[in-house]
């Protein structure tokens, strides 16, 4: 039973993680119809621009108040590098074969993590992430569990990301404009909304959400390199499409539930196809039989025909 | 060319020949070439002529004082590589100039010579700073280049200088001209030959830097000559003697290893091309015509040189059963089908960037799969990351893979025994992708993509196609990859990446999508510059980022295009469309 | 050139075996009601008008018959048979279509998109086209000769070379027809074929769909032009919210007070063509 409770634990954990990537890939999905394949590199590069903040500013200390500077370095890297990409490399394939947008995915998420690899200090293997006050260090035991104390600020992140971003998308005019030009970017450009840049405010969220999500990955493995956005991308991407895909608390959900089923995989799938060498086979079983058998999602997603 | 006869071209090309795809905005501006200053002067063609003479002269006298940089060319009258290509640079000028006006008149009234003679100068100055650069900061000064290579330089900036000066006139369009079969026969073998010894030119070129010359050369020369509308017409023949084409192709493919001299070390590489180019080709099938986006393909290529590697009589293959070769290439192929059905029939339905998402995810869980079956974490079939090494070498009725053999004087290698085999496999792959793309299923995988729904409503089984794409593809990766297992030695799941996947489509993609020799272009291109270009290595990776993008945005139809791929992305040009629709039109009349 | 009279020559045999036999077709997308409890006959060498105002159904309906949707309710018999709702299902059993907003390979030639409709008449399988035997080659000269000849049919015996993209508007209506009369069908439906013609195109349309109907196909029509339908039909249904007013002669129809009350009443008026298109496109109304 603790095993059990332990294993929903660490899934929350992860879930939380993928639930950060995810609402980047469903915020820009639901407005654009676009798969940012290189969503997972804007989470990495996050992770990144929080250790360059703390390296240039704070090299040596692991105070609390440090965290929400490295926070606000990581949201701005990241949010730098999704509009850039936006603005250079997908605006000019709008209306293009969708082949198009999907082949310059791939690109540029190879020049970012050659990018990083490269011009990063060092990054050519492993670097680690700061340890800071609070949020780092022994784990918090509770009733027989233990608990990570950067698994309490990945959940706590989420929990304070979904609530702003729920106000922000039904409570400012903004959000408003959003949710208009996700139901029809035609009429929604003809009532004066400014269609561009509401899908540059689109990847910009995306992209916040994920630095968030790249500084939870740092805080809760203690190092961070240049691949982790491959892996992580792909799964929230699969959480993304199984809350829904285009639905924003459809990714949170899908990113939870994802988080959950993976860590029960690892630990409950018996035999030698168990253990953690097949949890990403599982999870990608997952993404694979999400896609074909419910490709709407578990809530639905706001668009299934792609004819 | 010369022969060309103006039997009645439909109409008469108003519009200059290569103004089509540059600038639309050209007639609306004042385009910054009529700035430049003495445009027009009749002095232009004179000093192009002098400046094409002098370059060609240049290159007879020593370039540089060192006899160790891009090769030797500090000999007077004896001109090295570097200086030769600028002798055949400065001829192809000459000869353009004199069909601007003088004796080749002619041929001139086809040609949009100036803008030609434009894009050579250019790129002979680009080329004669960069090798004088070269010189200067190899051998420590400028002090060390030899007044020769000034000489070109003065030569090239002539030639560079006339062509900005010329001004282009109303010429043909080389689309309508008529010229006799045997004209077209030679050309195609004449490029068949240039081709030939430029590879392998190229590949024995030792130092970087006389490498990128090459690759500069060769470039102007081919934007020149696209500049004036040749390409226009060598497509255009070699529509209509598609046969001599493809014969002449696979005569110079198989020539190559004559020409190596009995030395591996290239033919190690061409192999390597080779394999890449046949599995990109295969992809081609899924992309370029059925247009379903894999993104796991490489893993059809894996599962073939795995059956391939544990069928084989390594000492670590953990099958004990040895079957002959030919069946295993049979059961490699099939294997790899029977993937393709497994994974496809399920994911064909879902459409589009879901499709890409699922073969990716195949793709890794094919990778990891096979790093985890070493008996920890499931049975011992493949040995987990370390793979099944030492796979011996094929062998055909006595016909040893491993050993040299001596064929008409000349020694070829284990490699070369490869790339003939290899070269048999992608001929049969050639040879499917052509006739399919042009019979009822062609037509129907081109109906799909253009309008999925509108073909179901005309009775084309769309799903049968889709599937039939897919697990082709994949049997004939299978294919080339039971080959790869016995010419790579060792099978280990790390040959089997994500970004492997990523090198083939975008071969498919630089090269162009749904044709042979765009594949072939891109094929080569992608593995045979990282292998020249070894001081980018490290920057291997972010230029392709780079490139993939740059491609997307700028020439989303690839190198050398399919017609019908271009207008798919171009869909509002329709000045484009008429031009392929006159293509179209001559071919038919070719035919007829 | 045969049959170029414009007026409808004879009413045809009603007593024979039915071609098409729609009942109780009803289809629902989540609460709305597109189209409800439907009944349509159609008999061999019969032309058949459905009309009706913006959003009445008709498209919907076509939709239904061709497989396109799978009707909530009710069953399609072609020939006797239930056909199954699947595209390619229908067009083997002989039912083919137009769109009414073009829906051409729009970069392939006129004859190639011909030669597309023939693909289901032909069986050329992989291992054929490879290796390329006297089977192929005969079949791909038979599917071009017969693509070839069913453009000169509709009147682009000329084009057969051109891209269907740059082909003019009425061309292009003609060249769908075209493709839809190369998979063989015995009943033919045609979704708004003048729509965006002028009158003199208008006119060779009518001709063409009797030249249709005198080869020996039953046709099936949606049109907003009046005077084009009741000179072209020789039966005409009434579609009105998703259910049929009023069927009868053309006589009939015309005269009948609440078609004309559909038609004022709704409000609605032969122009307003985006709205038709919205509603036409499946994709759009399937989100609905």
């Not at chain 1, 895909?245 to 949170?252: D, T």
């Not at chain 2, 295969?282 to 059956?307: K, R, S």
């Not at chain 2, 070498?393 to 053999?405: A, I, S």
Request: aromatic content about 8%; hydrophobic content about 50%.
């Amino acid at each position: 039973m603790t095993e059990f409770l332990q294993q929903i634990v660490n899934g929350l954990t992860l879930g939380s993680l993928y639930a950060l990537i995810a609402v980047g890939y469903t915020v820009v999905y639901g407005i654009v119809q676009l798969i940012n394949f290189a969503h997972g590199e804007v989470f990495m590069i996050g992770a990144f621009g929080a250790l360059a903040t703390w390296t240039v500013l704070f090299k040596g200390q692991t105070g609390l108040w440090v965290l929400p500077i490295m926070v606000l370095g990581a949201v701005l890297v990241s949010v730098l590098t999704a509009v850039v990409m936006e603005r250079i490399a997908y605006r000019p394939l709008r209306g293009a074969p969708r082949l198009a947008p999907l082949i310059t995915a791939i690109g540029i998420s190879v020049f970012l993590q050659e990018a990083v690899r490269l011009f990063y200090p060092g990054a050519k293997s492993k670097l680690s992430f700061p340890e800071i006050d609070v949020v780092t260090g022994p784990g918090i035991a509770v009733a027989g569990l233990n608990i990570q104390r950067a698994a309490v600020f990945t959940v706590g992140a989420l929990l304070v990301s979904a609530a702003l971003l729920w106000y922000f998308v039904n409570r400012t005019r903004l959000g408003q404009g959003m949710q208009a030009v996700s139901q029809d970017p035609d009429t929604a450009q003809l009532m004066g909304i400014n269609v561009n840049r509401i899908i540059v405010i689109a990847f910009a969220l995306g992209a916040a959400l994920a630095a968030v999500g790249g500084v939870a990955q740092g805080l809760l493995n203690s190092n961070i390199d240049f691949r982790m956005g491959f892996l992580a991308g792909l799964k929230a991407f699969t959480a993304a499409v199984l809350g829904g895909i285009g639905n924003i608390q459809g990714a949170i959900v899908g990113g939870l539930v994802l988080g959950i089923a993976e860590s029960m995989a690892t630990q409950f799938i018996p035999g030698q196809f168990g253990g953690s060498a097949w949890k990403d086979v599982w999870a990608f079983v997952l993404l694979i039989l999400v896609l074909v058998f419910r490709p709407q999602g578990l809530l639905g997603a706001r668009v299934v025909d792609r004819a | 060319m010369s022969t060309s006869t103006p039997s009645n071209p439909p109409t008469q090309a108003t519009s200059v020949a290569p103004a089509h795809s540059d600038h639309d905005d050209e007639l609306v501006k004042v385009h910054w070439l009529d700035r430049v200053p003495g445009r027009g002067n009749p002095a232009a063609w004179p000093l192009g002529l002098a400046g094409a003479l002098v370059l060609i002269a240049g290159t007879f006298l020593s370039w540089s004082y060192t006899s160790d940089v891009l090769g030797d060319l500090s000999v007077n009258f004896w001109p090295g590589g570097v200086q030769i290509c600028m002798i055949v640079l400065g001829l192809v000028a000459l000869v353009l100039l004199l069909a601007h006006r003088g004796p080749l008149a002619g041929l001139g009234a086809w040609l949009d010579t100036a803008t030609s003679v434009r894009a050579l100068g250019l790129g002979a100055v680009a080329y004669m700073l960069g090798a004088l650069g070269t010189i200067a900061v190899k051998s420590g000064g400028i002090i060390n280049i030899n007044p020769g290579g000034w000489i070109s330089l003065v030569g090239a900036l002539m030639l560079a200088a006339s062509g900005l000066m010329l001004v282009s006139r109303q010429t043909k369009d080389p689309l309508f001209a008529k010229t006799s079969s045997w004209l077209e026969i030679c050309t195609i073998i004449v490029l068949m030959a240039l081709v030939l010894f430029g590879a392998a030119y190229a590949l024995d070129v030792g130092d970087g830097a006389s490498f990128v010359l090459f690759l500069l050369f060769v470039a102007s020369v081919a934007w020149g000559l696209s500049k004036a509308g040749v390409f226009t017409w060598i497509g255009l023949i070699s529509q209509k003697n598609r046969q001599v084409l493809m014969l002449g192709a696979f005569a110079v493919a198989f020539l190559f290893p004559f020409t190596q001299g009995g030395s591996d070390e290239n033919m190690s590489i061409a192999t390597q091309v080779l394999i890449f180019a046949a599995t990109a080709l295969g992809l081609n099938i899924v992309v370029g015509l059925a247009g379903l986006l894999d993104l796991g393909y490489i893993a059809f290529l894996g599962a073939g040189a795995y059956v391939g590697a544990t069928l084989s009589a390594s000492a670590f293959a953990t099958i004990d059963w040895k079957p002959p070769f030919l069946i295993v290439v049979l059961l490699g192929a099939c294997f790899s089908a029977l993937l393709g059905l497994i994974i496809g029939s399920p994911t064909l339905r879902v459409s589009g960037d879901y499709l890409a998402i699922v073969t990716l995810a195949f793709g890794e869980i094919f990778r990891l799969t096979m790093g985890n079956l070493d008996g920890n974490n499931g049975p011992v079939l493949t040995n987990g990351p370390n793979g099944i090494p030492a796979i011996p070498d094929l062998n055909f009725f006595g016909f040893d893979f491993g050993q040299p053999h001596v064929i008409a004087g000349i020694t070829l290698g284990r490699f070369a025994n490869y790339y003939f085999l290899l070269l048999v496999i992608a001929a049969i792959i050639i040879l499917v992708f052509t006739r399919l793309n042009n019979s009822r299923i062609g037509r129907g995988w081109v109906a799909i993509r253009e309008d999925e729904k509108a073909a179901e409503a005309m009775g084309v089984n769309v799903f049968g196609l889709k599937l039939f794409a897919f697990a082709g593809g994949a049997f004939l990766a299978g294919m080339a990859g039971t080959v790869k297992a016995h010419h790579d030695v060792s099978v280990t799941p790390d040959q089997y990446i994500f970004l492997e996947s990523a090198f083939l489509l975008a071969a498919v993609v630089l090269g162009g999508m749904g044709t042979v020799a765009g594949v072939l272009v891109g094929a080569t291109i992608l593995k045979l510059l990282p292998e020249k270009l070894r001081f980018v290595a490290d920057y291997r990776l972010l230029i392709f980022g780079l490139v993939l993008v740059l491609m997307m945005r700028f020439r989303p139809e690839g190198l050398v295009a399919s017609q019908r791929r271009k207008l798919e992305f171009h869909e509002d040009d329709e000045e484009l469309a008429q031009r392929i629709e006159e293509v179209h039109l001559e071919e038919a009349e070719a035919k007829a | 050139m045969t049959a170029t009279d414009t007026t409808p020559v004879s009413t045809p045999d009603s007593s024979g075996a039915p071609i098409l036999e729609a009942r109780g077709v009803t289809m629902r997308f989540g609460g709305l009601t597109a189209v409800k409890d439907v009944d349509m006959t159609v008999h061999p060498g019969e032309i058949v008008g459905l009309i009706g105002p913006n959003g009445a159904g008709k498209t919907t309906f076509f939709n239904c018959l061709t497989g396109l949707y799978k009707p909530t309710e009710g069953e399609v018999r072609l020939l006797g048979e239930v056909i199954p709702p699947k595209p390619r299902a229908v067009v083997m059993a002989g039912m083919a279509r137009t769109f009414q907003n073009i829906r051409l390979f729009a970069n392939m030639t006129a004859l190639e998109n011909v030669m597309v409709g023939r693909y289901c008449r032909t069986s050329s399988m992989a291992l054929t086209s490879i290796l390329r035997g006297p089977k192929f080659r005969r079949e791909e000269e038979a599917t071009r000769a017969r693509a070839q000849e069913l453009l000169e049919f509709v009147g682009l015996g000329s084009s057969a070379e051109n891209l269907a993209r740059n082909m003019p508007y009425g061309d292009q209506r003609r060249l769908e027809i075209a493709r839809a009369l190369a998979t063989d069908p015995k009943l033919i439906l045609l979704d708004e074929p003048t729509a965006g013609m002028n009158p003199q195109e208008t006119k060779q349309a009518s001709d063409l769909i009797f030249r249709i109907r005198d080869s020996g196909l039953a046709v099936v029509v949606i049109e907003h032009d009046m005077r084009f339908i009741f000179n072209l039909c020789d039966r005409v249904l009434c579609l009105v919210r998703g259910e049929v007013l009023v069927q009868g002669s053309p006589g009939e129809v015309q005269s009948d007070p609440r078609v004309i009350e559909a038609y004022i009443g709704g409000g609605d008026d032969d122009e307003d063509d985006d709205a038709a298109g919205a509603a036409a496109d499946p994709t759009k109304e399937e989100q609905q």
